[in-house]
């Protein structure tokens, strides 16, 4: 069955301050604006509480989980059925953590991420500060699928997007402070998953598994949303090029093609229920892109072995 999902991301449009009780109001309101559509996942900006607010130490802005940031979260998405990704800075066991706390359609916490590589810089040294790294990437399955979450500086160590895939993550969301632009794009294109990020900044996205942005926020928007397909997925053009005209003909508007002529890719969705990309691929003798890169792989390696002299 395809599996449409709506999802909602966010930015900060409106500046923080001057308290805490201030931004989790702040917060509140955008949630419930986000949330009007009952979207099945939102996201919010990395630590959204501290927004504008100036501290010396993240133990000022820390709190538990659950703590008054996310029971206020979790009432929403009680309300509205929603899953919603709360980044806060959580106090843990005399730690302080940059955390994303994911909330159920109940408001029951579904699990926490760590930030992996908090940021160390002269404007910004919160190792110094007392931020203690999580220790590993993380999937969290929902009633729709497999998330990923990664935050902000995460975004430079490549190895750690490449796990989420490998874990079987088909949407990771990035709750960051800054905007991200073209290597989340690239991350995208490299595993064929979509990327969410929600920023600080104007432009949070819902990326593509292709690379598309396919919404964003803006000057005149902090909230974007698209209906995805989880079942979506990415072929090479080699060997499948005439069998799409046939699956063309035969399935019409049932079905859609995106054609990447640049790249030799295609992505396959299905638009009629009872009717899966499994099915078509069952029926066309397709491969995804990743398993005719595996197949190949395989192929070659097998022909070196033959190969080597005796």
Known sequence: MPRKIRVTTTSLLIPGGPTLEDNREKARALLERACASRPDIVCLPETVMSHDLPYADVNEVAESVPGPFTEMA???????????????????DGRVYNAAVLLDRQGKIAGTYDKIHPVTSNTSPLLEKGVTPGREVKTFDTDFGRIGILICFDINWRQEWAKLKEMGAEIVFWPSAYDGGLPLQARAMDHHYYVVSAVHREHARIIDMLSSVLAETGPYTDIAEKVIDLDKKIFSTDFNLRKLADLRLKYGADVTIDMRCDEDMFSLESQRAGLSVADLMSEYGMLTWSDYIAKSTAAQDQQRLEKVPT
């Open 74 to 92: 979790a009432a929403v998405a009680r309300r509205y059925g929603s899953y919603i990704i709360c980044p806060v800075w959580e106090r843990r």
